[in-house]
Nanobody
Framework: QVQLVESGGGLVQAGGSLRLTCAAS????????MGWFRQAPGKEREFVAT????????AYGDSVKGRFTISRNNVQNTLYLQMNSLKPEDTAAYYC???????????????WGRGTQVTVSS
């Protein structure tokens, strides 16, 4: 089992940057694929990015490709999401999640954090 806590959200102007952090505790963080998802009010939870257990493979949602970068530190049990060139449509609650395999699908992630809010003003 793994427990996840996100941080780093906040209010930023369009074009700005934020770095989200997900701190993991519990067993064997380095055996899980990790993902970032986001959910805006009234919308479904959306895939943002995923990374395999070693950090050697990543994938991104089309709306964030070229702007966001996912990374992990298995020594510090931490997952990151660097977000650049932010747009108002990036406004959402951002969640980190853990899965036994690399996936872009919400239901394949068994462990979730409580989320951190990102608001991008125009």
């Amino acid at each position: 089992q793994v427990q996840l806590v996100e941080s780093g959200g906040g209010l930023v102007q369009a074009g700005g940057s934020l770095r989200l952090t997900c701190a993991a505790s519990g067993r064997a963080f380095n055996t899980y694929a990790m993902g970032w998802f986001r959910q805006a009010p009234g919308k479904e939870r959306e895939f943002v990015a995923t990374i395999n257990w070693s950090g050697g493979t990543t994938a991104y949602g089309d709306s964030v490709k070229g702007r966001f970068t996912i990374s992990r530190n298995n020594v510090q049990n931490t997952l990151y999401l660097q977000m650049n060139s932010l747009k108002p449509e990036d406004t959402a609650a951002y969640y980190c999640a853990a899965s036994r395999s690399l996936s872009t699908i919400v239901r394949e992630y068994g462990y979730w954090g409580r989320g951190t809010q990102v608001t991008v003003s125009s």
